[in-house]
């Protein structure tokens, strides 16, 4: 038996984990992550709604913002903007919500200690322009409750439905460890900072569960200027820290991959009929795809490449696409194989071994990284021979 202790005053007990078959320890966690998840939103969620901390965040990030003054009435404009976006929310905030949110901000009530200053009687900032809400640093009571969901999380490890599970608990561990011994994180994930194009996040993915159609104000890199279109958004999907939206055109039957950084604006068209994509699964849809971009029309193609010595071992622990085989293996050298869609993504990674890796067949494919291998030659060597 597996204890799970939560000390936080008012929860009801001990959790007791049975450890017999399969099926019923995946029903006894789904039972216990409920239960204390409900926990959390009696300690998190009841003393400021949901409403209440999207005008915060909005207050927050119009303050960071210190390219523009704030009156109240600009917050209160900002605030039903977020309100309406988010929620769908269309009734006013009034002026007495705004400034009970603004002291409420500066107290310690919710562990802000905003330092908001007013100048010239009617404009509001942070005195230091560093500060946000979102970098307060976290008290013992939240790392207290952070570490009992990371307990529970933990015991989802191991299953197949839960394999997304893992990174997640790591990096909640690694956060608790840094903020408990104040030290730099003991695991360092991949990120991009810079990375354009996230704000985006939260509104597709509310259109997408809400099933909202929307129209997009895109640019891609070959366009000289940003259009609009009209989209019925089905999935996000990341690859290499870029995100994508997948979805069909108004009027079109193909599905779009649009990137989030080629995103200029986004509008929710609330009275336009969503169109559902009944036939669209996306795990069969990048079955037989490495990357984002795919033609429905084509078919996975076999394809075979040498690797080097040296190489071999990188790419036999992490293979390039889960469809791999080996096919021969000689003096440290490896033959693969592959069934996939080819696309650019797929050449960049071939091409991306260098000289350890040699595709075979089929020959469109091989001529096609012969191209661009030719075309690298001349970027490098064309001003030598000539």
Same mark, same amino acid.
């Given at each position: 038996?597996?204890?799970?202790?939560?000390?936080?005053?008012?929860?009801?007990?001990?959790?007791?984990?049975?450890?017999?078959?399969?099926?019923?320890?995946?029903?006894?966690?789904?039972?216990?992550?409920?239960?204390?998840?409900?926990?959390?939103?009696?300690?998190?969620?009841?003393?400021?709604?949901?409403?209440?901390?999207?005008?915060?965040?909005?207050?927050?990030?119009?303050?960071?913002?210190?390219?523009?003054?704030?009156?109240?009435?600009?917050?209160?404009?900002?605030?039903?903007?977020?309100?309406?976006?988010?929620?769908?929310?269309?009734?006013?905030?009034?002026?007495?919500?705004?400034?009970?949110?603004?002291?409420?901000?500066?107290?310690?009530?919710?562990?802000?200690?905003?330092?908001?200053?007013?100048t010239d009687k009617k404009y509001y900032s942070y005195q230091d322009a560093d500060y946000s809400?979102?970098?307060?640093?976290?008290?013992?009571?939240?790392?207290?409750?952070?570490?009992?969901?990371?307990?529970?999380?933990?015991?989802?490890?191991?299953?197949?439905?839960?394999?997304?599970?893992?990174?997640?608990?790591?990096?909640?561990?690694?956060?608790?460890?840094?903020?408990?011994?104040?030290?730099?994180?003991?695991?360092?994930?991949?990120?991009?900072?810079?990375?354009?194009?996230?704000?985006?996040?939260?509104?597709?993915?509310?259109?997408?569960?809400?099933?909202?159609?929307?129209?997009?104000?895109?640019?891609?890199?070959?366009?000289?200027?940003?259009? !609009? +279109? /009209?989209?019925?958004?089905?999935? *996000? #999907?990341?690859?290499?820290?870029?995100?994508? %939206?997948?979805? =069909?055109? $108004?009027?079109?039957?193909?599905?779009?991959?649009?990137?989030?950084?080629?995103?200029?604006?986004?509008?929710?068209?609330?009275?336009?009929?969503?169109?559902?994509?009944?036939?669209?699964?996306?795990?069969?849809?990048?079955?037989?795809?490495?990357?984002?971009?795919?033609?429905?029309?084509?078919?996975?193609?076999?394809?075979?490449?040498?690797?080097?010595?040296?190489?071999?071992?990188?790419?036999?622990?992490?293979?390039?696409?889960?469809?791999?085989?080996?096919?021969?293996?000689?003096?440290?050298?490896?033959?693969?194989?592959?069934?996939?869609?080819?696309?650019?993504?797929?050449?960049? !990674? +071939? /091409?991306?071994?260098?000289?350890? *890796? #040699?595709?075979?067949?089929?020959?469109?494919? %091989?001529?096609? =990284?012969? $191209?661009?291998?030719?075309?690298?030659?001349?970027?490098?060597?064309?001003?030598?021979?000539?």
């Amino acid at each position: 038996m597996l204890p799970v202790a939560f000390p936080p005053p008012g929860w009801p007990g001990i959790f007791l984990l049975s450890q017999h078959k399969h099926q019923t320890h995946v029903c006894n966690l789904f039972a216990q992550l409920k239960l204390f998840l409900v926990f959390l939103q009696k300690c998190f969620c009841m003393p400021v709604n949901r409403n209440a901390l999207i005008r915060y965040r909005t207050i927050d990030k119009c303050l960071q913002n210190r390219r523009r003054k704030w009156t109240v009435e600009n917050l209160i404009d900002a605030c039903n903007d977020a309100l309406y976006e988010y929620e769908g929310i269309d009734k006013g905030v009034s002026l007495r919500t705004i400034r009970l949110d603004l002291n409420a901000m500066r107290s310690d009530k919710l562990g802000y200690n905003a330092p908001i200053i007013v100048t010239d009687k009617k404009y509001y900032s942070y005195q230091d322009a560093d500060y946000s809400i979102t970098n307060i640093p976290l008290t013992r009571q939240d790392l207290g409750i952070l570490q009992e969901v990371s307990n529970l999380l933990q015991q989802f490890k191991g299953f197949s439905h839960f394999t997304d599970v893992n990174e997640m608990v790591n990096k909640l561990e690694a956060k608790i460890y840094s903020e408990q011994y104040n030290t730099a994180p003991v695991i360092d994930f991949e990120k991009n900072e810079l990375l354009a194009g996230i704000e985006w996040l939260d509104v597709l993915y509310k259109a997408i569960v809400n099933k909202t159609t929307l129209q997009l104000t895109y640019q891609s890199f070959k366009a000289r200027a940003a259009g !609009e +279109l /009209i989209i019925y958004p089905y999935l *996000l #999907k990341e690859y290499r820290n870029r995100w994508f %939206v997948l979805g =069909i055109k $108004k009027q079109g039957k193909e599905i779009l991959t649009l990137a989030l950084d080629r995103i200029k604006n986004i509008t929710l068209l609330a009275n336009e009929p969503y169109k559902e994509q009944k036939g669209f699964n996306p795990h069969e849809y990048f079955t037989h795809v490495l990357g984002v971009t795919r033609n429905a029309a084509e078919k996975p193609t076999h394809i075979t490449f040498w690797v080097n010595s040296r190489h071999t071992p990188y790419v036999k622990t992490k293979p390039i696409h889960h469809s791999q085989k080996i096919v021969e293996e000689a003096n440290g050298c490896c033959t693969f194989s592959i069934d996939v869609i080819p696309n650019f993504e797929l050449e960049r !990674e +071939l /091409i991306g071994f260098g000289e350890g *890796l #040699k595709v075979l067949s089929p020959q469109n494919v %091989v001529r096609s =990284i012969r $191209k661009r291998i030719k075309q690298m030659h001349a970027l490098y060597f064309g001003e030598e021979q000539g």
